[in-house]
T-cell receptor
Framework: DQQVKQNSPSLSVQEGRISILNCDYT??????FLWYKKYPAEGPTFLIS?????DKNEDGRFTVFLNKSAKHLSLHIVPSQPGDSAVYFC??????????FGTGTSLTVIP | NAGVTQTPKFQVLKTGQSMTLQCAQD?????MYWYRQDPGMGLRLIYY???????DKGEVPNGYNVSRLNKREFSLRLESAAPSQTSVYFC????????????FGDGTRLSIL
């Protein structure tokens, strides 16, 4: 039973526009969330995180939003660049337990 | 700056064969993890080692064993490989187990015929 879901397997965006990647979770106990980026034949690399005590965290072009009441997490990339083309995974954890990962969204940024 | 190194990168096994996947990290991290990634599914935790000398089961431990050889190295063993274990295996590490990012290796692609 998937506790973390990414319902969009793929997303295409024009260069310079905003990319919005979404993630839903079912366990209200989750208190820490991350986004990872993965290129083919490489491991996931950490992108940005957010604690459940916040609703927004920014790092350069990347912003993560957390809506606890809706159990929804989103990653905004502005402006999108061709090098952002990758698979993005969200992950969630509750303290003392393990991370649960979504199935990933493949982002293509079109030049 | 190697980070997390996994060997081998690719392997083909026959059903019933055994194999050990190796993982080493050079970041002086305390915690290490083994995940598998299958099509249409997120990464799933097989086993983890919160600190040197300890190992615990994750979400999908059946058919696997692990050894935390020292602080740097954490191996995953398939004693009798089955086709259902065909997957991409990722090793990861973090300073501590908990609210912090994990650093991943580049994966081992394992096919079992």
């Amino acid at each position: 039973d998937q506790q973390v879901k990414q319902n969009s397997p793929s997303l295409s965006v024009q260069e310079g526009r905003i990319s919005i990647l979404n993630c839903d979770y079912t366990n209200s106990m989750f208190d820490y969330f991350l986004w990872y980026k993965k290129y083919p034949a490489e491991g996931p690399t950490f992108l940005i995180s957010i604690s459940s005590i916040k609703d927004k965290n920014e790092d350069g072009r990347f912003t993560v939003f957390l809506n606890k009441s809706a159990k929804h997490l989103s990653l905004h990339i502005v402006p999108s660049q061709p090098g952002d083309s990758a698979v993005y995974f969200c992950a969630a954890l509750y303290t003392g337990n393990q991370f649960y990962f979504g199935t990933g969204t493949s982002l293509t940024v079109i030049p | 700056n190697a980070g997390v190194t996994q060997t081998p990168k690719f392997q083909v096994l026959k059903t019933g064969q055994s194999m050990t996947l190796q993982c080493a990290q050079d970041m002086n991290h305390n915690s290490m993890y083994w995940y598998r990634q299958d099509p249409g599914m997120g990464l799933r935790l097989i086993y983890y080692s919160a600190s040197e000398g300890t190992t615990d089961k994750g979400e999908v431990p059946n058919g696997y064993n692990v050894s935390r050889l020292n602080k740097r190295e954490f191996s995953l063993r398939l004693e009798s490989a089955a086709p259902s274990q065909t997957s991409v295996y990722f090793c990861a590490s973090s300073e501590y187990k908990g609210n912090q990012p994990q650093h991943f290796g580049d994966g081992t692609r394992l096919s079992i015929l």
